[in-house]
């Protein structure tokens, strides 16, 4: 009996030890399907890192990401790790681990040798020329995913479907053939919009219309045409074209689409999971085209990051600072969540076999809208002011939705916000 007390006690303290050399990471995510992947990132590298564990945390993207980071910081208890978006890169980035030194440490490379490999749209979000704050996770580009099957029963089909590779339609044209493919096919609404401000921009961008510009300051009252685009943005809402409860009310656009309310989703190139997902379990067949063109046309591009907060715990910052390290390795960690999501690369000319046929056609659409984008698009929103007007132009749309401002009145509303952003009386 003496012998068994022993042998527990011996395997309590044993246990003891061990938990005691693992560090335990904590990653916020602010995207279901960034959150599965990283997941599956993480699960691969515990294995070959047994002494890290890293908790992944799904936080909703549309209902409180931002806030919850917010208060984080407020409250000095971060994450030890975060992905996070275009959107709000430049409000975290002052509380990451500059990675520059890891990376060069790790890689033999310069900061800007390692910058040079990724696209042009993403590297505005890095930090300054000598810094390295986050390491570039997916890249995306905005597209239309259309319901093919109602766009037939229609008789129509969008640009590229059509054959038309070179040119895409004009709003007028897309707004008619949504009506029809509505009509046809006795739905409710025709076109689902994802609650987001940068979904609002690329309409905004196709118009030649920006928010801020590269200097940061509010331009949007300078262009006669933007309380107009405000309007015809709401009216889309009021004319049963996007449903109002995926601006008012947290409806699902994704669900939506997917369940048949809509024929067509203003989303982008990362719903390309979710989109075989759907044809396999449910049926259906879904492809991407293009955005419609305004003065231009184009895919705003995107993208999310992967970064280290510094957290002052030295154990800590040294795991976090090892797993972003080993996702930095574009034929490594990265292709451990690059690969099964079918994302595309943030980095310049790295073809990804996916053994999907559907995504190889899909890529030849993502890269013309790609190609497309204008440097500004990126640049004008690579800043902290964007991140702070991101939810508060959301809010002004839905007021508007809602018939309570106008488009002139959501204009001056949000340059007072800036206002009030960058201290100016």
């Not at 003496?2 to 395997?11: A, M, R, S």
């Not at 390295?132 to 996770?137: D, E, F, G, S, T």
């Not at 685009?229 to 449903?243: A, C, E, G, M, N």
């Given at each position: 009996m ?10 309590a ?29 993480v699960?691969v590298?515990?294995?070959s890192h047994?002494?890290?564990k890293?908790?992944v945390?799904v ?6 990401f931002?806030?919850k980071?917010?208060l984080?910081i407020?409250g ?6 975060v992905q996070?978006t275009t959107?709000?890169?430049p ?11 890891y ?6 490379m310069?900061t800007?040798n ?6 042009p749209s993403m590297i505005?979000?890095l930090?300054?020329?000598d810094e ?6 997916e ?10 099957k109602?766009f ?22 897309f707004i ?6 509505k009509?046809?096919n006795h739905?409710?609404y025709?076109?689902s919009?994802?609650?987001s401000?940068?979904?609002f921009y690329?309409f ?9 510009d590269?200097?940061e300051?509010?331009v949007l ?5 933007a309380a107009k ?15 109002p409860?995926?601006w ?15 024929a ?9 999971s979710?989109v075989?997902?759907q ?5 259906g067949?879904?492809v991407p085209?293009?955005i419609p063109k305004g ?8 993208g999310?990051?992967?970064?280290a907060f ?6 800590k910052?040294?795991a976090a600072?090892?797993f ?8 490594k960690?990265y292709?451990t ?16 076999d ?10 030849k659409?993502?890269g013309?809208l790609?190609s497309r ?6 640049l004008?929103?690579?800043?902290a ?18 018939g ?5 009145e959501?204009?001056?509303n ?6 009030g952003?960058v201290?100016?009386?």
């Open positions: 003496k012998k068994f007390l022993v042998f527990l006690f011996l395997i303290a044993f246990s003891m030890i061990v938990s005691a050399a693992t560090v335990n990471l904590t990653m916020f995510v602010g995207d279901a399907t960034a959150g599965r992947l990283l997941k599956h990132s699960s590298y515990e294995q047994p002494d890290v890293i908790d945390v936080l909703p993207y549309y209902g409180g931002m806030q980071i917010a984080s407020a000095h208890t971060l994450p030890d790790l996070i959107a709000y890169m409000r975290v980035s002052k509380y990451l681990i500059n990675m520059a030194p990376i060069e440490k790790t890689f033999n310069s800007e390692y910058k040079s490999q990724i696209i505005a979000f930090g300054n020329k390295i704050l986050a390491v570039p996770l890249t995306t580009t905005e597209c239309i995913w259309i319901n093919k109602m037939e029963k229609a008789g129509i089909l969008p640009p590229p479907l059509n054959g038309q590779t070179e040119t895409t339609w004009t709003w007028d044209q008619s053939a949504l009506k029809k493919v009509e046809v739905i409710p025709a076109l919009y994802d609650y401000a940068d979904r690329n905004l961008a196709i118009w030649g219309v920006t928010v801020l590269e200097k300051n509010f009252d300078k262009y006669p045409q685009l405000f309007d015809t943005f709401i009216s889309l809402f009021k004319d049963r074209i996007i449903p409860a995926e008012l009310s947290g409806a699902s656009a994704q669900r939506d689409f997917f369940e048949g309310i809509t067509a989703y203003w989303s982008g190139s990362w719903q390309g979710a075989l997902r044809e396999k379990q449910v049926g067949d879904y085209a293009y003065k231009i046309w184009f895919g705003e591009p995107g999310s990051f992967l970064a510094k957290t002052s715990n030295k154990q910052e040294k600072i090892a972003v390290t080993w996702m930095a390795n574009k034929d960690g292709l969540y690059i690969k099964p999501g079918l994302q595309l690369s943030a980095y310049k000319d790295q073809m990804i996916y053994g999907i046929v559907k995504m190889n056609d899909w890529e659409t993502y013309t790609l984008a204008p440097a500004w698009t990126m004008d929103r690579a800043n002011i964007w991140s702070k007007l991101y939810n508060l132009i959301r809010k002004q749309i839905a007021l508007g939705i809602a309570q401002v106008t488009g002139k959501i204009i001056q949000l340059k007072k916000s800036y206002e952003i201290g100016k009386k």
